[in-house]
């Protein structure tokens, strides 16, 4: 291969299980048949997982990147609804739907993960958001913006949950880097909602806690699982034993510059990110 397109190679590439999921070229041959198995899943079930995506010495390199990183991390006492904030002022006050859930994660925001770690290095793969673009079918897709949002990793402690959510932003990878023990289930509604409107009735079930109609499957470290999390209401089930769940949050959004509004932020990521946009704010007007 000459030099210029060595330097050129996506180095993601390296962490990816090519053999199992060719998504280097997706034009032809094998790449083009499991694109389309990717797509039609999306499209019959919501979702798209594919177990062992990283190849086993990658998985480590990244799970070891955010046990590093993850003591500097701070716990998270995340409490909104499940639209993080915005609630249809027409509900009764009792409303499922109003209520707020709370959640505690330790929680690295993008401003936290180095440039040059492997975790954003993956992240960063044009040919791996070009991957995530066609299997949701979308005419445009980047990745998310914001300087908060856009890769986060979340940890969950023994007797920790993720409370049930839709995303700031349509389309969310969601990547195990470390499973639970047991529990920690990533637990979701399929599209239940649409632009137009919102299945009410599986909302209020899963709200209640009845959880037999909604989407779960077994995922081990290194599954990585396309959705649309803006669109559907999913959440993570209790953590049990020993040792936390880790995953890496992706985002992607069909707006080149797409970032949140500070207040969501806040809400999130409270006091540090409340203070650097305060100086921020301050320093613009002073
Ligand atoms: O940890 C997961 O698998 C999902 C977390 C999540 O939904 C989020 O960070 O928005
Ligand atoms: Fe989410």
């Not at 209401?233 to 992607?252: D, E, W």
Request: charged fraction near 25%.
């Amino acid at each position: 291969m000459p030099e210029s397109h060595q330097t050129l190679r996506d180095r993601a590439l390296d962490l990816i299980d090519l053999d199992r999921y060719p998504i280097a070229d997706l034009e032809s041959g094998a790449g083009a048949v499991f694109l389309e198995q990717c797509q039609r899943h999306m499209d019959e079930h919501g979702w798209c997982n594919l177990a062992d995506f990283l190849r086993t010495e990658a998985l480590e390199q990244l799970n070891g990147e955010a046990n590093e990183l993850l003591p500097t991390a701070e716990t998270l006492h995340v409490k909104r609804n499940i639209y993080q904030g915005a609630i249809d002022p027409s509900l009764p006050d009792d409303d499922p739907r109003r209520k707020e859930f709370v959640h505690i994660a330790v929680q690295l925001a993008d401003d936290q993960i180095p440039v040059q770690s492997k975790l954003k290095q993956l992240y960063h793969s044009k040919i791996l958001t070009e991957f995530v673009r066609r299997v949701q079918r979308k005419d445009h897709l980047y990745r998310c913006a914001d300087e908060f949002q856009a890769l986060n990793v979340v940890a969950l402690h023994p007797e920790s949950w993720h409370a049930w959510h839709y995303d700031t932003t349509e389309c969310t990878v969601t990547l195990l880097l470390q499973a639970a023990e047991t529990g920690g289930e990533f637990t979701f509604l399929p599209n239940s909602r649409t632009d137009e409107g919102e299945d009410h009735e599986a909302v209020d079930r899963l709200l209640a806690g009845d959880m037999s109609h909604a989407q779960s499957f077994s995922r081990g470290a290194g599954a990585f699982t396309l959705f649309r999390g803006g669109y559907s209401l999913h959440g993570v089930t209790k953590v049990q034993g020993a040792q936390p769940r880790i995953s890496a949050i992706m985002t992607y959004d069909e707006q080149p510059n797409r970032v949140i509004e500070d207040d969501i932020n806040i809400r999130i990521y409270g006091k540090r990110v409340e203070t650097i946009l305060a100086s921020r704010n301050t320093a613009a007007t002073a």
